[in-house]
């Protein structure tokens, strides 16, 4: 099991805050494990570190400027491993590891984010120009590093309104969706404690749509070898 900490907008634009503890679950992890605690998001006033943004702050996105609905938080802890965690490492992107100002700093990532692959055979083979890929994928073990932190660290996830990316230290990063991972949940009860941390939504269905097509490093690679 794991603790989760998580702020909702509700619709009369009070904040909903609360700890909830659940499994320690890939379905569960990903929604609160993206950036981690320092990293840098670019509202309307100007970057604010991802600790310090509440439910109701304006983020630039793909989308245009949109209201932060959802934030989830969870702790990174070092030594701590479980076979059904996906969480037993993080992901260092060094500064311009994907080229001038990309990122213009170090990252420290949770296996949670995704960011954008664009390539130009992806209009006709795709119907579009970009792909969300995770960035565990793109590891080379000397630009973007699995790393083991020696101490703990807080990790945190956002959801807007609607389903977009964000740009994080010159790098394209996808907000929180949970995707197809909901598919494979068939217990009731499960998907239940699941909706239970989102006190915003009321069904299932009010993630909406992705806004993007989630794959990974090695589809891309087989599809553009095909």
């Known amino acids: 099991m794991r603790k989760y900490e998580v702020a909702a907008l509700l619709p009369d634009l009070s904040i909903s805050m609360k700890q909830q503890v659940a499994p320690a679950l890939p379905l569960f992890e990903e929604a609160c494990s993206a950036f981690a605690r320092g990293t840098l998001i670019q ?4 970057p604010v570190a991802v600790e310090d943004l509440l439910p109701g702050d304006y983020i630039e996105t793909s989308r245009g400027t949109q209201s932060i609905t959802w934030i989830g938080s969870t702790t990174y802890v070092p030594g701590v491993h479980s076979e059904e965690s996906a969480l037993d490492s993080l992901v260092r992107v060094t500064a311009e590891a994907f080229g001038l100002g990309r990122p213009g700093v170090d990252l420290l990532l949770g296996q949670a984010a995704r ?3 664009t390539r130009t055979r992806f209009r006709a083979l795709l ?10 994928d793109e590891a080379d073990w000397d630009r973007i590093v ?3 932190p020696a101490g703990g660290v807080q990790l945190y996830h956002l959801m807007v309104q ?6 994080v230290g010159g790098l394209e990063m996808e907000t ?5 991972m909901l598919h494979s949940v068939t217990s009731p009860n499960m ?3 699941f909706l239970s941390m989102f006190d915003n939504l009321s069904e299932l269905q009010d993630f909406g749509e992705l806004s993007m097509t989630r794959s990974s490093r090695e589809a891309v690679d087989n599809l553009l070898a095909s």
Not at 43 to 46: D, E
Not at 162 to 167: D, G, K, L, V
Request: charged fraction near 20%.
């Open 43 to 46: 509202t309307l006033r100007g």
């Open 162 to 167: 609607r389903h977009a990316t964000i740009r």
């Open 176 to 180: 929180y969706h949970p995707g197809k």
């Open 146 to 148: 699995p790393v083991t």
């Open 115 to 117: 960011m954008v692959v």
């Open 191 to 193: 998907r239940a404690l």
């Open 127 to 136: 119907g579009q120009d970009s792909v969300l890929v995770p960035v565990i």
